[in-house]
């Protein structure tokens, strides 16, 4: 890091983005894809850009069918005993993680359905390479453990929304991910889970419904398309949208970011930025209530 600081601005800004290539670099190459498919905008990204991206990506999927947050896993878990650390796990070695492996199945499945010439019987492998990782590594009660949010409830939303990505939908997968959901609500609707979810590795409960948690598992929910799960999804809607303030923003609570376990991150617009993205869902959810409109009930 320390030759960080003798980049040059372009080196800095693909350092960043490539050193969290599952994260930043996916999401924005869906985006990009995405926003230029629905809006007429003057100056797009070239095919042969978006090319580039998905090539890197092909290059950087794990033995085990995953991706990590920003190399190939390059040793073994044993190096862990190496640890010099007090409070930091899994800091030796890169993993493949849910939340990173998910990014990369969206954007293929997206870009595969835009550019269905390029590598095809590459990104065919890929994505089914992926999705079983997804597929093995999911815990036997369902969940997936969240190692960049808090904790389950995070996991999910994103491989939840990956399998549903490729048309997995009714698969066993997601069926067991969303009844481990359901297994979480409140009695008011909500999902509060805490921070030392992550540390004890198992579900631990907030002490009261969080709203960025709440949409997360929402969208996990109405992502599936099963009609079983509306009214618990029209029950969490309902309270959502109670928890919004006068002014239109969602109270600011727990912390929600992680990573190596114990290391608690704050992101203060997820607080807005999943709640409205909760909603805006809702608008095209099948078996939402007639009755229930989007302002306070």
Not at 5 to 23: A, C, E, G, R
Not at 26 to 34: D, I, N
Not at 151 to 165: M, N
Not at 217 to 232: C, H, R, T
């Amino acid at each position: 890091f320390f030759f960080f600081f003798f980049f040059s601005p372009l080196q800095k800004t693909f350092f960043i983005l490539f050193s969290y290539v599952s994260s930043s670099f996916l999401f924005s190459l869906r985006a990009s894809m995405v926003l230029q498919d629905k809006f007429d905008i003057k100056d797009k990204i070239s095919d042969e850009r978006l090319f580039e991206g998905v090539n890197v990506l092909l290059s950087l999927q794990n033995k085990d069918g995953g991706w990590a947050s920003y190399e190939l896993q390059r040793a073994s878990p044993y190096m862990e005993m190496l640890n010099p650390s007090d409070c930091f796990d899994g800091i030796m070695v890169e993993y493949s993680y849910c939340e990173c492996s998910s990014a990369c199945i969206k954007a293929l499945g997206y870009f595969r359905s835009k550019y269905p010439k390029h590598r095809r019987a590459e990104i065919d492998k890929a994505i089914t390479r992926g999705a079983n990782f997804l597929k093995s590594s999911q815990r036997s009660d369902g969940s997936w453990h969240g190692a960049w949010g808090v904790c389950y409830t995070y996991a999910i939303f994103f491989g939840v929304g990956a399998l549903c990505e490729i048309g997995e939908q009714r698969s066993e997968t997601v069926r067991k991910a969303c009844q481990f959901l359901l297994s979480k609500q409140r009695a008011d609707g909500s999902w509060g889970e805490s921070f030392r979810s992550c540390s004890e590795k198992k579900w631990v409960d907030y002490h009261e419904g969080h709203a960025v948690q709440t949409s997360w598992a929402l969208m996990s929910l109405m992502e599936s398309g099963q009609e079983i799960y509306k009214e618990a999804v029209n029950k969490g809607i309902k309270w959502l949208i109670n928890k919004q303030l006068p002014n239109g923003d969602w109270q600011q609570q727990g912390i929600l970011g992680v990573f190596n376990y114990n290391c608690g991150i704050s992101y203060s617009g997820y607080k807005n930025i999943f709640p409205i993205w909760a909603l805006g869902k809702f608008l095209n959810y099948p078996y939402a209530e007639k009755n229930l409109s989007l302002i306070h009930i």
